[in-house]
């Protein structure tokens, strides 16, 4: 078992995701831009955690399946949703979706930056598992942690209340301490760093844009779209090296 997945199954780090369901503006934007389609649609939902987006999409869709590498997030959600008929939650990490045939799904999401807590092999495993089993012109949406935001994990954001500051100046010491240098880091087109996630317990990939872009294409995909995670606003190519917000969310579509 990997160091992230224990923080997974502990339940004390884990009830911060026992939350009410809720989505962001992009993902709602999808919704709104798609809902009509998704009835016919097989769904898999990967890192469903607390079932943060389980109702909004289980209900419009033909059949929907959430799975977790966290058993103890499982075992929340199939209790807390056994009234969706059509949903089905599964213990499984998504390196490896061998009982899912090829081509079966229509949508597969990966909300919340969740494939960010593997390595980068891990990550590319699961882009080809994901290309595998979607249908061809299937959709891919998930959301990554955008490696130009590194110089903000790393400067004193001053907060409106003064007294945070001794907070944030104890985060960035912790944070040097943990991962080293920025410098390490600043011309890497990915890397894995603990940033103060689960209170610095899980270590977070980052990658830039054009690498993202770039491992989408090699696998088969084509981005259809990069945008900021909590505005949804539409990320232009031309500004790829400029964007310094944490959270990237993209769709993209099996060629």
């Not at 831009?33 to 209900?59: E, Q, S, W, Y």
């Not at 890397?191 to 844009?209: C, N």
Request: hydrophobic share 35%; aromatic share 16%.
């Amino acid at each position: 078992m990997d160091e992230n997945r224990k923080v997974y199954e502990n339940k004390k780090n884990a009830g911060s995701y026992f939350k009410q369901p809720w989505l962001f503006s992009v993902e709602k934007n999808f919704l709104k831009n798609h809902g009509k389609l998704l009835t016919g649609f097989n769904m898999l939902d990967v890192g469903i955690g607390g079932g943060r987006t389980t109702p909004f999409f289980a209900n419009r869709v033909r059949e929907y399946i959430g799975i977790d590498y966290s058993s103890l997030m499982i075992n929340y959600c199939s209790n807390k949703f056994k009234k969706l008929e059509n949903a089905v939650f599964k213990n499984m990490d998504a390196r490896n979706l061998n009982p899912f045939v090829d081509n079966y799904f229509d949508l597969v999401l990966f909300s919340f930056n969740g494939i960010d807590c593997v390595d980068y092999e891990g990550r590319i495993e699961i882009l080809n598992e994901f290309y595998r089993v979607l249908k061809p012109k299937g959709l891919l949406l998930f959301s990554f942690h955008n490696a130009r935001h590194l110089h903000k994990l790393y400067s004193l954001q001053c907060p409106r209340n003064p007294f945070r500051i001794f907070k944030e100046l104890k985060r960035i010491k912790k944070i040097k301490k943990i991962n080293g240098a920025y410098s390490l880091f600043e011309n890497e087109e990915y890397f894995s760093i603990y940033d103060g996630a689960d209170h610095f317990k899980t270590k977070i990939l980052y990658l830039t844009v054009e690498r993202q872009d770039g491992d989408l294409k090699s696998i088969g995909f084509r981005s259809t779209g990069f945008k900021d995670m909590q505005t949804g606003k539409v990320i232009l190519r031309e500004q790829w090296k400029q964007v310094t917000m944490p959270w990237i969310f993209v769709e993209a579509e099996k060629i």
